[in-house]
């Protein structure tokens, strides 16, 4: 036998093991026939058996069919590439399913009236009122922690990463790792032990101030580890090859950081803050003990009670009215587009920048 004819032998051999391109679309077609013949025949159970038994079916009818003609190994790779499909099925299933019930029921209140109104002096049982004053709220709460955290926060991962050694950068990362899994009411109480009830007095002639900025500050609390873990994990990611660079050339250290490092990092640096940005606009217990809520516009946030969507939400939530929860709803979808918002607007400028230089 020639070299030829023996490759030739050798390429037909190998396309005859191989399963056509539309037999896992068919077992798996098969596999919902035969689950939900198993289920609805004989009333098992109802959609989410039938969507667990096909799954099941699908696995070992593809498994043994790619083991027929595939072999063994090819066998077990389609069984683990399928495990990996549906494990991001599932991932994704309850996020979608949250986003399509929040754009049903929210989109039923959510108008220009809706972000252009408040609550005061409107009742449960009435069928008006809107969120701009949790809206203005939020903004202030989160903007103000993003301004105190963000250089605390990348200042903070620099020092880690770039200056510190020894004993101290370690005790500052264990902290930090600490204060990732504070609870968002501990942060709250001790805003209003400290900033409440000792510090605020002195400058309202001896009355606690509750206010939006103490709502801030306890955000603040909240955003602070989030903000140095990413940022110092985008620093460590960044090769040695350019600060060595840098160094050869005679840069200064503070010059590398500031103009090589920081922006060779910005993407990631940006995605951490506006998720440390994300997790302050939902919080609510902090903006219910230190700002106690307020049903009228405050544009003031160092002075008076303040609102925020997060407690528009669970206020709404709450209330026995037949015209609450579809406040509650629309309210919950005006908080995820604004976060959406600020956080499309945040990478694009990040990305703008990173062009530009």
Known sequence: ??????????????????????????????????????????????????????????????????????????????????????????????????????????????????LQVSMRNVSAFDNAGG??????????????????????????????????????ATLIRFFVDVMT?????????????????????????????????????ALSVLMLPTVVRSTEEMLRLVPSALREGAYALGIPKWKTITKIVLPTAASGIVTGIMLAVARACGETAPVILVALGNPAINLNPFSGGQSSLSLYVYEQAGTASKYAPGRAWAGALTLVVLVLTLTVAAKLLARRNKLGR
Do not use: C
């Open 181 to 217: 899994g504070i609870p968002s009411i501990v942060a709250g109480l001790f805003i209003l032990a400290f900033w409440v009830l000792i510090v605020s007095p002195h400058f309202n002639h001896g009355r606690p101030e509750y206010s939006g900025f103490a709502a801030a500050l």
């Open 1 to 114: 036998m020639t070299v030829a004819s023996h490759s030739a032998r050798t390429r037909s051999t190998l396309k005859a093991r191989r399963l056509p391109s539309w037999a896992p679309a068919a077992v798996g077609l098969g596999a919902i026939v035969v689950a939900a013949l198993a289920v609805y025949l004989p009333s098992l159970g109802g959609p989410v058996l039938t969507g667990v038994t096909a799954a099941l079916v699908f696995l070992v009818g593809l498994a043994a069919l790619s083991a027929f003609v595939e072999g063994g190994r090819a066998a077990r790779n389609r069984i683990a590439t399928s495990l990996v499909y549906a494990a991001f099925v599932l991932a994704l299933a309850p996020l979608l399913s949250m986003a399509f019930t929040l754009l049903s029921k929210g989109t039923e209140r959510l108008s220009p009236y809706f």
């Open 131 to 168: 969120a701009y004053h949790a809206i203005i709220g939020t903004l202030q709460q989160a903007g103000i922690a993003t301004l105190i955290t963000v250089p605390l926060g990348v200042f903070g991962a620099i020092y880690i990463v770039e200056y510190g050694r020894g004993r101290l």
